[in-house]
T-cell receptor, first 112, second 114 residues
Framework: KQEVTQIPAALSVPEGENLVLNCSFTDSAIYNLQWFRQDPGKGLTSLLLIQSSQREQTSGRLNASLDKSSGRSTLYIAASQPGDSATYLCAVYGGGGNKLTFGTGTQLKVEL | DTGVSQDPRHKITKRGQNVTFRCDPISEHNRLYWYRQTLGQGPEFLTYFQNEAQLEKSRLLSDRFSAERPKGSFSTLEIQRTEQGDSAMYLC???FGTGSAEAFFGQGTRLTVV
């Protein structure tokens, strides 16, 4: 059974700081890994998709890496802004059926 | 295309009542998924459709839950005889092609059972 863990569970940083969110998964037989953002009471917004054959993906101030063999991914956010405050969820597809398996998320607060 | 659409956004119902939620996926997306999310947790998989065929169901999907996707377009999720434990956010997602494709989520339906 695929299990996904995200560390830390919560993070508070001052504006402008660079930060790293961590994700680990137990079964390396994945097709892809996705990072999502979720604002309170809202749905999920896809940030980055990394295919199993890729090592990293970049979008603006976001960079996600994937080390499939060790079961790890990181999301790097550069020059954080208050608008980045949200919960960030990591999910993997594969390693247990046709579905995404999610971590419990990292709740990020960027303070002025 | 405005993305995945879910209706209603919020639903309050009394215990024991039946409720039905609707999901309209992105046009031409052949895969459709339902997930459930409780407070402080990540979404949990409920069921998966490829076109009109329901190919996978989670053990979370008790016999009070039923999902359909007639003609491979929109989908409905019905919960019969609701219980307080059914209170959650119900999320729908769609994707095109294979399992390696990007999944897009709707805004969810927040269900409160009183």
């Amino acid at each position: 059974k695929q299990e996904v863990t995200q560390i830390p569970a919560a993070l508070s940083v001052p504006e402008g700081e660079n930060l790293v969110l961590n994700c680990s998964f137990t079964d390396s037989a994945i097709y892809n890994l996705q990072w999502f953002r979720q604002d309170p009471g809202k749905g999920l917004t896809s940030l980055l998709l990394i295919q199993s054959s890729q090592r990293e993906q970049t979008s603006g101030r976001l960079n996600a890496s994937l080390d499939k063999s060790s079961g790890r991914s990181t999301l790097y956010i550069a020059a954080s802004q208050p608008g980045d405050s949200a919960t960030y969820l990591c999910a993997v597809y594969g390693g247990g059926g046709n579905k995404l398996t999610f971590g419990t998320g990292t709740q990020l607060k960027v303070e002025l | 295309d405005t993305g995945v659409s879910q209706d209603p956004r919020h639903k309050i119902t009394k215990r024991g009542q039946n409720v039905t939620f609707r999901c309209d996926p992105i046009s031409e997306h052949n895969r459709l998924y339902w997930y459930r999310q409780t407070l402080g947790q990540g979404p949990e998989f409920l069921t998966y459709f490829q076109n009109e065929a329901q190919l996978e169901k989670s053990r979370l999907l008790s016999d009070r839950f039923s999902a359909e996707r007639p003609k491979g377009s929109f989908s409905t999720l019905e919960i019969q005889r609701t219980e307080q434990g059914d209170s959650a956010m119900y999320l729908c997602a769609s994707s095109f092609g294979t399992g390696s494709a990007e999944a897009f989520f709707g805004q969810g339906t927040r269900l409160t059972v009183v």
